[in-house]
């Protein structure tokens, strides 16, 4: 069944969705799996790229805080630094179970040149008894977007399945751009429509539609911090923080948004996210946090400057745009990946700009054949991206990244609505061109700060 929209936009903490929010989930799984158990000390392994730059990413902060039975979409981010304080001074950690163990982020066991089989994002947890005795183990593996899957599962654990059952009878399934567009042709229905459809099976469309626009409301939100904030990012780059300065800027220089200034609007938008999710802040992923920015700055362009788009018809077009938006990144979920440590940032920012520019696509009045188009536009110019993080840290070149395919989203769907929707490329031909990319990449350009920018610019 496709990937559900609420999987794929799910409420977490920066700085990413594979290093910081799939592990807490984990830990908080494993947390539940041990808490009858006379457990006395926990034992943390970080594998590949989860140890390459899980410092830099909050990884062991994140782990720490998933023990104690917190999930990344309910977890306040200020209370989350606090508690984190209390466990460097204390050297104890209360469990989800009510144990207490010794524990530190020191504590945990850090293999970056070991790479599990299954995934680059690979941790271990054991829990011990008095003796020393093993008494649980279990094997996680974060795959992006903050899903994860563990040894002994097939398929990853999603945000909606704890709490709404999955029914596999939807009645548009499709995994594929053919079989979406065969879906649209056959119903007559647009790709948000279809995407809609699908979500009914396991929610009721009122439900959809307000979980989409609580979404959207995270989203601004999450700008509105940003542009509040000064000052520089933290982890030791002392990267400025330009949202507020920008936002001032445009607010003065531009007071009835000219179109003229739509893309500074735009830049502003998508990095104003990414600096909040780079210091922790609330983010939505979309799909993922390294590529936050990339969705709500093309939904703001589209609520802003599409022409007839006024107040009573915000809410509708929020939902259209996500839903479909949506409906492109399970294809990408299900076809190759949207982790950056498995096939670089293509799968991140390239994935979020095709999501975004099919939105944008539907909402301009583009049929399903240019929302098709759209999307692989978006994704061919992104193809080949790799993720080489300085530190380690979500914030150069991520963060300007994210403005520029921003841009690109709008370019391609505009391209698109120039067009009837035929083209050489099809939509499935460039997610497998990426899957097959990502797997030719070298390593050391997968978010583990071994190659490119992350050892060519001086950290100091």
């Not at 936009?9 to 984990?26: K, L, N």
């Not at 790229?49 to 994140?62: I, N, W």
């Not at 399934?173 to 053919?178: I, K, T, V, Y």
């Not at 077009?317 to 990144?329: K, N, P, Q, S, Y």
Request: hydrophobic share 40%.
């Amino acid at each position: 069944m496709p990937v559900s929209v609420f999987d794929l936009f799910s409420v977490g903490v920066g700085p990413s969705s594979s290093h910081t929010v799939g592990p807490m989930r984990a830990a908080a799984d494993f947390a539940e799996r041990v808490a009858e158990l006379p457990l006395v000390t926990i034992r943390v392994d970080l594998y590949g790229s989860l140890a390459s730059t899980g410092q830099g990413h909050g990884t062991l902060g994140a782990v720490a805080i998933g023990l104690t039975g917190e999930q990344p979409e309910d977890v306040d981010p200020d209370a989350m630094a606090a508690a984190l304080d209390t466990l460097e001074e204390s050297g104890t950690l209360r469990l989800s179970g009510g144990q207490t163990v010794p524990f530190r982020l020191r504590d945990v066991v850090q293999h970056p040149l070991t790479m599990l089989p299954r995934h680059p994002n690979a941790m271990r947890l054991r829990a011990f008894d008095a003796d020393g005795s093993e008494l649980a183990v279990e094997t996680y593996y974060s795959v992006g977007g903050g899903f994860i899957t563990r040894d002994g599962e097939d398929e990853p654990t999603t945000v909606s399945e704890a709490a709404i059952p999955v029914d596999d009878a939807v009645p548009y399934p499709f995994s594929s751009g053919a079989e979406l567009l065969a879906a649209c042709a056959a119903t007559g229905l647009p790709v948000s429509g279809i995407a809609l459809a699908n979500e009914v099976a396991t929610r009721s469309e009122d439900e959809v539609r307000a979980g989409l626009l609580r979404i959207h409301d995270v989203m601004e939100a999450c700008v509105d911090r940003s542009v509040r904030r000064s000052g520089t990012l933290p982890g030791g780059l002392d990267v400025r923080r330009r949202a507020a300065t920008w936002f001032e800027q445009l607010t003065r220089d531009d007071p009835g948004h000219d179109p003229l200034f739509a893309m500074e609007w735009v830049n502003l938008t998508a990095m104003a996210v990414n600096e909040e999710n780079a210091s922790g802040g609330r983010v939505v992923t979309a799909p993922t946090n390294g590529a936050a920015g990339i969705i709500p700055a093309v939904l703001y362009y589209a609520l802003t400057y599409v022409p007839g788009i006024t107040a009573d018809h915000r809410d509708a077009t929020v939902v259209r745009f996500l839903l479909t938006a949506g409906a492109i990144g399970s294809i990408y979920k299900e076809r190759a990946s949207i982790s950056g440590a498995e096939v670089g940032c293509q799968g991140e920012v390239g994935s979020a700009a095709s999501m975004a520019a099919a939105g944008l696509a539907e909402v301009l009045g583009g049929t399903p054949e240019q929302v098709e188009n759209a999307a692989e536009i978006a994704m061919e110019h992104n193809l080949g991206l790799t993720c080489d993080p300085i530190g380690g840290l979500v914030q150069i070149p991520c963060i300007e990244r994210n403005a520029i395919a921003a841009n690109k989203a709008v370019n391609a769907a505009r391209m698109a609505l120039r067009g009837d929707g035929v083209h050489h490329v099809s939509l499935d031909q460039v997610v497998e061109t990426m899957r097959q990319t990502g797997a030719d990449m070298s390593s050391k350009y997968k978010e583990t700060a071994m190659g490119g920018l992350a050892v060519n610019v001086p950290l100091c």
